[in-house]
């Protein structure tokens, strides 16, 4: 069974069904490489620098530098993952998350290089509705 969607364990809930489902068809060491890129998802834990995640989460921070439409439709969707969440801390705790990402570089490789401005004028257009709407 899966935590919310605002839990705090996502990564390692999904790292766990993996090696409960998928996991048995593969050898350990493939288990285990899966399970690394699986938990490097987490933006909350430090990033190793190596080649594979970086790549990884490039690819899960695209969105982030998408044609606003697109940024719009995704954080639309993120409020409505998070609906049980009422208002006040759903603005507080996701412009928290937004002002986090704009504090360090969003993209690792040279392959997202281009979506580092983007991203952050997305970014900062979605704190600025936050903030408006309070």
């Given amino acids: 069974m899966f935590t919310s969607p605002w ?3 996502n990564e390692l809930e999904s790292a ?4 409960r489902t998928a ?3 593969l050898t350990p060491g493939a288990v285990a490489e899966v399970v690394r ?3 490097a998802t987490d933006f909350r834990r430090p990033r190793t620098g190596e080649p594979d995640e970086a790549l990884l989460i490039d690819l899960d921070f695209s969105i982030l530098g998408a044609p606003w439409p697109e940024y719009d439709a995704y954080h639309h969707a ?5 609906g049980a ?5 759903y603005k507080a705790g996701r412009s928290a998350v937004l002002r986090r990402f704009l504090s360090a570089a969003l993209f690792a490789t040279g392959h997202f290089a281009t979506l580092e401005q983007p991203a952050r004028r997305n970014i900062q ?4 509705l936050l903030a408006a709407s309070s």
């Fill in 78 to 82: 993120v409020r409505r993952e998070y």
């Fill in 85 to 89: 969440v009422p208002d006040d801390a």
């Fill in 7 to 9: 839990g705090k364990e």
């Fill in 23 to 25: 996991g048995r068809f």
């Fill in 16 to 19: 766990r069904f993996f090696e």
């Fill in 125 to 128: 257009r979605e704190l600025e």
């Fill in 37 to 39: 890129l699986i938990l």
